[in-house]
């Protein structure tokens, strides 16, 4: 290979230009693929009834608060809360014949003055719920779109799986705890089959991302020739890749699983300061509210780049930092921007800026390391 006999002749500049028009090329197909590929086709007919609402809300089941208004005219529904307290919502009970397909539910939809309440989900909503054994499982993705403020029509749409489990589905358009005016028309809901185009794209973009990622590690590993010393890299890069590339809800059940297990070891530790009401541990307001603010998995972006920055500068002492930035930036970019071929996932400008802040860290622990080790051996000459 081109690139290893570069670096074979420590000519790293050179390769660096290599891998960045190949990360550069990748960039613009994977925007190509996005903007110009089809992803989805219908494979069968509107599944919704009345989906237009030309007689008013027949089909559809509704519940509002006391002050609320639905309102129905000219094939478009309207909500208008002035109660942050009440929810307001129209739903439609669908039998599952669809377990183990994908739906796309699409609509246009447009809000005025939405004041959100206090969960970050007491928006003006469009959701696909599915329920199992009778109860609403929020952590399958269900979210086509979450609005507060002002916001003129857009068309909005998002495709969901089916789960095997699921034994009803459920369309909703409501006001959840919120304020103001929320419109919608054009509602569908179809089952869909990706292109066999997409298929192509989504296989050969993914496979050439993960090379790319590889590839950025590979010389790295060469300037070890025992496997432990490997390790490290091997590990983190693993749980990287692995972790940006889960389906969607995946991730979300590990990340419940994980914070779960989390909350009661710490409520244990905190014995003290937890109340037990009827054998029910009960934590405080201030640690609900540490929970309620941390992101599993933000946290996870940022230790692993930490701890694979530190790998790769102890690995590979003398290349300069400049250079390895670079790379934790391009490995940052490429598992984000991968997920434009992962179900139910999106690439997040917040996420490279989380994995860049923990590569920060973990060059600034690796440079004090080195230091140290510098400082005691020009102390003890048998070090």
């Known amino acids: 290979m081109q690139i290893d006999n570069l670096i074979s002749n420590n000519d790293i500049a050179v390769a660096n230009r290599w891998r960045v028009c190949f990360f550069s090329l990748l960039v613009l197909l994977t925007f190509i693929s996005v903007a110009f590929v089809a992803q989805y086709q219908n494979s069968g007919l509107q599944i919704v009834t009345n989906a237009h609402f030309g007689r008013d809300l027949v089909g559809w089941k509704f519940y509002k608060g006391e002050a609320d208004e639905i ?27 669809f377990v183990g397909k994908r739906l796309q539910l699409k609509a246009l939809v447009r809000t005025e003055d939405v004041v959100a309440g206090k969960k970050s989900w007491n928006k003006a909503r469009l959701l696909l719920v599915q329920y199992i054994n009778g109860k609403a499982r929020w952590s399958i993705p ?11 029509w857009q068309k909005v749409g998002e495709v969901f799986r089916v789960a095997p489990e699921c ?4 369309v909703v358009m409501q006001m959840s705890r919120c304020s103001g005016s929320f419109f919608l028309k054009d509602l ?7 292109t066999s185009l997409y298929r192509w794209a989504k296989w050969l973009m993914r496979t050439a991302w993960l090379c790319f990622a590889v590839s950025l590690v590979v010389p790295y590993l060469r300037r070890r020739k025992f496997l432990a010393q490997k390790l490290p ?42 109340v037990v009401t009827e054998e029910k541990v009960v934590l405080p307001v201030w640690l609900k509210s540490v929970f309620a ?3 599993i998995s933000k946290v996870a972006h940022f230790l692993f780049f930490a701890m694979l920055a530190f790998a790769l500068r102890r690995t590979h002492p003398t290349r300069p ?3 390895l930035v670079l790379d934790l930036l391009m490995l940052a970019c490429a ?22 802040a923990g590569g920060g860290v973990g060059l600034l622990f690796a440079q004090v390391q080195g230091l140290r080790c510098w400082s005691a051996s020009s102390v003890d000459p048998q070090l």
């Not at 569908?188 to 990706?194: G, K, M």
């Open 233 to 274: 890299i091997l590990i983190t890069v693993a749980a990287i890749l692995i972790g940006t590339t889960m389906p969607a809800d995946v991730k979300q059940d590990i990340t419940k699983r994980i914070s779960s297990e989390l909350e009661t070891e710490i409520s244990e530790k905190v014995s003290a300061e937890v």
């Open 321 to 323: 930092v400049r250079f």
């Open 335 to 356: 598992t984000e921007l991968s997920q434009f071929f992962i179900e139910n996932r999106s690439p997040l400008a917040a996420d490279v800026l989380i994995d860049m």
């Open 188 to 194: 569908s809901l179809y089952q869909v089959e990706e």
């Open 142 to 152: 269900h979210s086509v779109i979450a609005l507060a403020g002002t916001n003129e």
């Open 167 to 170: 034994s009803e589905i459920r």
């Open 293 to 295: 603010g941390i992101e």
């Open 71 to 97: 309102v129905v005219n000219g094939g478009e529904v309207s909500f208008y809360s002035s109660d942050l307290q009440t929810g307001t919502a129209i739903y439609q009970v669908i039998a599952n014949q």
